[in-house]
């Protein structure tokens, strides 16, 4: 095994992952809790807990699914797992819901709806458009990190991980270049909850989420009255069954997508180039014949890193799943970064193994079904593209130093990490 940690075994009766200390823990520890919770009890119930300077009370509680199986039965199962009700654990309004989460907080016919209008600015046409985006903006980022930095050293996240998928989500909406460090602070506000660095008190978090709605709303109505050559005018613009999309949903839409295109990718590339820095014949097997280890290179990284923790669903009916019986009403929060550590799955899945075959399919874009994620394949792009330029031109970068994790039940975030190259 070459994966860099022993795992400890921990007691069922130690874990809790409602408690706030539990995501401050030791990775291996963590990644120990959940063998325990896959071997012993993959619905463990959990009570919620109240979070400082929410206004909203803790909720009824929750079933951890931790099981990689169980999760694509949760995923592609809409009817008897609904998504309207939230996909974060704690409760809100629906209208709260939708406002932070547009269409992952839907279910048909909104949902339906809101996709098939949205999906027009993500046409094979579009993303082939963005891909050619992709590689300017990797050999651009790298021009310039070459120039600014003669002493090769650096900070990874922000200097290279971070820039790409920024520029290119940025780039398909038609945000100017003067409005990217903005983005970026409100995306990383937006999903930094819990995390003191980013989010102050529950207060900001909405007064940021308000400012990009406005941002968005005031985008969309612009490319309605003048168009451009972007996805937001794609989307402003399409109409399907008689129907557009209003400045509001595409206000809550451009969160969500502005949101998880940038965080998301940035972290699979930042976690990515930790594995290839600590497995140094894993990145000399894909580097030494790139294309053909790519694709499985590449959902490697997205399993090993899951940069998204959990998404939540609701039962709306009673039902059953590998024996185990949920009431109507039940919250299942489906814990992606276990699912993709399920040794009933995966084949030694603590090593870290550009040539794992795809199939079967890691859980990290979502496991199917009508939520799985929209930007999938644009984000393994930009994560190839931004490998394949560092293989290129700068090989004998590595990280130098331990990362500064985010602290975060939801996102497996890194906020800054060291880097050198010669």
């Known amino acids: 095994m070459n994966s860099p940690f022993a795992l400890p075994t921990v007691a069922l009766a130690d874990i809790d992952l409602s408690d706030p200390e539990f995501w401050l823990k030791d990775r291996a520890w963590r990644d120990g809790a959940f063998k325990t919770l896959r071997d012993e009890s993959p619905f463990q119930f959990f009570e919620e807990r109240v979070i400082e300077g929410a206004p909203f009370p803790p909720g009824p509680g929750y079933r951890a699914v931790t099981r990689h199986d169980d999760i694509w039965h949760i995923s592609r199962n809409p009817q008897l797992f609904c998504s309207g009700k939230g996909s974060n654990i704690g409760d809100l309004p629906v209208e709260m819901n939708e406002f932070f989460g547009s269409m992952i907080n839907m279910d048909d016919p909104k949902h339906f709806r809101l996709r098939n209008i949205v999906s027009r600015g993500f046409t094979p046409k579009e993303i082939g458009r963005v891909e050619d985006q992709v590689k300017i903006r990797a050999k651009r980022l790298v021009d310039e990190l070459l120039e600014r930095f003669p002493k090769g050293e650096c900070d990874f996240v922000e200097e290279i991980a971070a820039p790409l998928?920024?520029?290119?989500?940025?780039?398909?909406?038609?945000?100017?270049?003067?409005?990217?460090?903005?983005i970026f602070h409100w995306t990383n506000v937006i999903l930094g909850v819990g995390d003191p660095e980013f989010v102050?008190?529950?207060?900001?978090l909405m007064s940021v989420a308000l400012e990009m709605f406005m941002y968005a709303q005031a985008l969309g109505e612009s490319r309605v009255a003048n168009?451009?050559?972007?996805?937001?005018?794609?989307?402003?613009n399409?109409?399907?069954?008689?129907?557009?999309?209003?400045?509001?949903?595409?206000?809550?839409?451009?969160?969500?997508?502005?949101?998880?295109?940038?965080e998301t990718t940035r972290n699979a590339i930042s976690h990515g180039m930790k594995l290839l820095t600590d497995h140094p014949d894993q990145k000399a097997i894909w580097f030494s014949d790139f294309e053909t280890h790519a694709k499985s290179a590449v959902e490697e990284i997205v399993r090993y890193a899951t940069p998204v923790i959990h998404f939540r669903r609701t039962a709306t009916e009673d039902t059953e799943i590998a024996g185990q019986k949920l009431a109507a009403g039940d919250k299942v929060v489906m814990f992606y970064s276990s699912g993709n550590r399920d040794e009933r799955v995966f084949a030694d899945p603590f090593k870290f193994d550009v040539t794992r075959p795809v199939t079967p399919a890691q859980v990290g874009f979502g496991a199917g079904g009508p939520h799985f994620c929209l930007g999938a394949n644009l984000a393994r792009r930009e994560v190839a593209v931004m490998f394949d330029e560092i293989r290129r031109r700068m090989p004998d970068l590595r990280i130098t130093g331990e990362p500064a994790y985010l602290q975060s039940a939801f996102i497996n975030g890194i906020k800054r990490m060291p880097c050198a190259w010669n």
Request: glycine share 10%; hydrophobic share 40%; net charge negative.
């Open 238 to 262: 399409a109409v399907v069954d008689g129907e557009r999309l209003t400045a509001q949903e595409f206000g809550s839409f451009f969160i969500l997508l502005v949101v998880a295109g940038n």
């Open 200 to 204: 102050g008190s529950y207060e900001e």
């Open 165 to 182: 998928p920024l520029g290119i989500i940025c780039d398909m909406m038609g945000i100017p270049e003067e409005d990217h460090k903005k």
């Open 227 to 236: 168009p451009q050559d972007d996805v937001t005018s794609a989307m402003m």
